[in-house]
């Protein structure tokens, strides 16, 4: 359901406890959770990293030893299951759930519940500019500078919004829709909707030959869409039919 890059790491996370880790995105390790738990998100900060289910109630599990073992952490702050990770990869990680939950950690393992003033579905988070970034159902965007108090911002949608990334200085929403929201500080927001419309479920960016700007979006029905600038896509031919869930790009590849 996800994969991060990370302290030279990959993390892979998908259902029935699925955890890989790979140093070179190659050849992976198993490390399975409890076998009935879909896996969501993968983070990494303070030398630990954390990954979410969307059991109810919530799961969340870290592991400090580059993914070897995991623990399972207390989040009893909720009932609800969660959906996406964020982090300042320092001070704080906060995760979003179901009923507008947000949580938030200074170390993986203690947790808070924060008021984020809402009760709907937040499907995930991003933190870029000194902002975190919350987005879900209806076209939510929630800002917050900590991770502790939150506000809302203006979004240019009501579609439902799946995915945020801070990508070379810039925060990726995509959306129901094919529709995708831009940001530089998370804000402020202009919308485009992407030719065909396709769902787009997960986004990277990574400097190709260290000159080379490319981002990645992830579809449904296995369609890859790329571009130079983020702004202009054009689709790559994978040959598959799946669902492209996660994207990562590490130590020269995506």
Request: hydrophobic share 40%; glycine share 12%; net charge negative.
């Amino acid at each position: 359901r996800d994969i991060a890059f990370a302290n030279n790491q990959y993390v892979l996370t998908g259902d029935d406890g699925l955890i890989l880790v790979s140093t070179d995105a190659i050849s992976w390790v198993r490390r399975s959770l409890n076998g009935s738990l879909s896996l969501r998100s993968a983070a990494y900060a303070n030398s630990t990293w954390v990954v979410v289910s969307n059991a109810t109630p919530a799961n969340v599990f870290t592991s400090s030893d580059s993914g070897a073992t995991w623990v399972a952490q207390n989040t009893s702050v909720t009932a609800n299951h969660l959906n996406g990770l964020a982090t300042d990869g320092s001070s704080s990680i906060i995760a979003v759930g179901a009923a507008g939950t947000i949580i938030r950690s200074t170390n993986g393992s203690t947790w808070a519940a924060v008021s984020s003033g809402i009760t709907t579905e937040l499907e995930d988070a991003a933190f870029g500019a000194g902002t975190y970034v919350a987005v879900g159902t209806g076209g939510r965007i929630l800002t917050s500078a900590t991770g502790a108090t939150w506000a809302p911002a203006t979004s240019t949608t009501t579609n439902d919004l799946w995915s945020a990334r801070f990508l070379n200085g810039t925060f990726f929403v995509p959306g129901a829709g094919g529709i995708l929201l831009k940001s530089a500080n998370g804000t402020t927001w202009t919308s485009a909707t992407l030719a065909g419309s396709p769902e787009v479920n997960e986004m990277a960016y990574g400097r190709v030959g260290g000159t080379t700007d490319v981002y990645l979006a992830g579809c449904e029905d296995g369609i890859l869409l790329r571009s130079t600038d983020g702004t202009n896509w054009t689709p790559v031919a994978l040959g598959v039919t799946a669902s492209i869930n996660g994207l990562a790009y590490g130590n020269g590849q995506f």
